[in-house]
């Protein structure tokens, strides 16, 4: 079994709709959660960080952890076709300053169709 | 405008050649990382630096080689000892005390 699993899609949703992304873990050790979207053929950039299980919102997207059920979702609100990439969610056992503890998930591809 | 800059952005390989990735950051970071992404899969750590002239081995190091003789550059060597070098390459960094991960644009090698 993975410590991290990602459904890897693809998703498609017609522009406007709320997406709901999700990732659950079995390392009850990690600690730092991260999204990541990558835009095809691109580098990821980071999207959302958190520590603490609850919510999180930044604009259009809401991070949301928890822990006791090892479960973190990321949610987009009016989903715009520029939304359209795979999103990689990302954890730590701990803040290390270094990533060499990073595990990520294997992606989900999401399409916004306008 | 700071940032990772990877090259080639593709990079075809010959059966028994070695090829040299290359990194260079002007974000004045300390660690740099290089990741490889396979269809299906999640990022694996090849190596990783946190300082000059130093560098450890990550999940996935068996046929690759890193050299850091500059805090701007981080050289990646698939060798002909990679058996299955067809990959999205990753190189990325982060800022002091930090795992946010600041990534470049990948390179796509190939083998011929």
């Known amino acids: 079994q993975k410590e991290v699993e990602q459904d890897p899609g693809p998703l498609s949703v017609p522009e406007g709709a709320i997406v709901s992304l999700n990732c659950t873990y079995s390392n009850s050790a990690f600690q730092y959660f991260m999204w990541y979207r990558q835009y095809s053929r691109k580098g990821p950039e980071l999207l959302m960080y958190?520590?603490?299980?609850g919510n999180k919102e930044d604009g259009r997207f809401t991070a949301q952890v928890d822990k006791s059920s090892k479960y973190i979702s990321l949610f987009i609100r009016d989903s715009q076709p520029s939304d359209s990439a795979t999103y990689l969610c990302?954890?730590?056992?701990?803040?290390?300053?270094?990533?060499?503890?990073?595990?990520f998930g294997s992606g989900t591809q999401l399409t916004v169709l306008p | 405008d700071g940032g990772i800059t990877q090259s080639p952005k593709y990079l075809f390989r010959k059966e028994g050649q070695n090829v040299t990735l290359s990194c260079e950051q002007n974000?004045?970071?300390?660690?740099m990382y290089w990741y490889r992404q396979d269809p299906g899969q999640g990022l694996r750590l090849i190596y990783y630096?946190?300082?000059?002239?130093?560098?450890q081995k990550g999940d996935i190091a068996e046929g690759y080689s890193v050299s850091r003789e500059k805090k701007e550059s981080f050289p990646l060597t698939v060798t002909s000892a990679q058996k299955n070098p067809t990959a999205f390459y990753l190189c990325?960094?982060?800022?002091?005390?930090?795992?946010?991960?600041?990534f470049g644009s990948g390179t796509q090698l190939s083998v011929l």
């Open positions: 974000l004045n970071h300390d660690a």
């Open positions: 958190t520590y603490s299980s």
């Open positions: 630096s946190q300082i000059v002239n130093d560098f």
């Open positions: 990325a960094s982060t800022p002091p005390e930090n795992e946010k991960l600041f």
């Open positions: 990302a954890m730590s056992p701990i803040s290390s300053g270094s990533a060499r503890q990073l595990t």
